[in-house]
């Protein structure tokens, strides 16, 4: 059974920075993509940042570009997200989210086989 475990949410101020992690268990990947969406209440989930198993290739919702940094490390099967200048606008809850897929990059939620809990961050202005 895989598990995803995200950690380091919580709440600060405008501006401010943060460091997303999630650590996959209960099964090695050899392949895959790994991802980070959000949801805010009342919208729809969406796709924030999804990098490749190589690292070399990453995508990026448009509106955190040039603040964000998806980063993973394979040996420890683990995702990072890197979060600067953060907005009120970031307000979300979090999830991390693994596709087991033969594509160097996906970004539809569809693709995603293993999704975590989430964790909720909190920007105030």
């Known amino acids: 059974q895989v598990q995803l475990v995200e950690s380091g949410g919580g709440l600060v101020q405008a501006g401010g920075s943060l460091r997303l992690s999630c650590a996959a268990s209960?099964?090695?990947?050899?392949?895959?993509?790994m991802g980070w969406f959000r949801q805010a209440p009342g919208k729809e989930r969406e796709l924030v940042a999804a990098?490749?198993?190589?690292?070399?290739?990453?995508r990026y919702a448009d509106s955190v570009k040039g603040r964000f940094t998806i980063s993973r490390d394979n040996a420890k099967n683990t995702v990072y997200l890197q979060m600067n200048d953060l907005k009120p606008e970031d307000t979300a809850l979090y999830y991390c989210a693994v596709a087991d897929t033969v594509f160097t990059m996906v970004v539809s939620p569809n693709f995603f086989n293993y999704w975590g809990q989430g964790t909720q961050l909190t920007v105030s202005s």
């Open positions: 990098i490749s198993w190589s690292g070399s290739s990453s």
């Open positions: 209960g099964r090695t990947f050899s392949r895959g993509v």
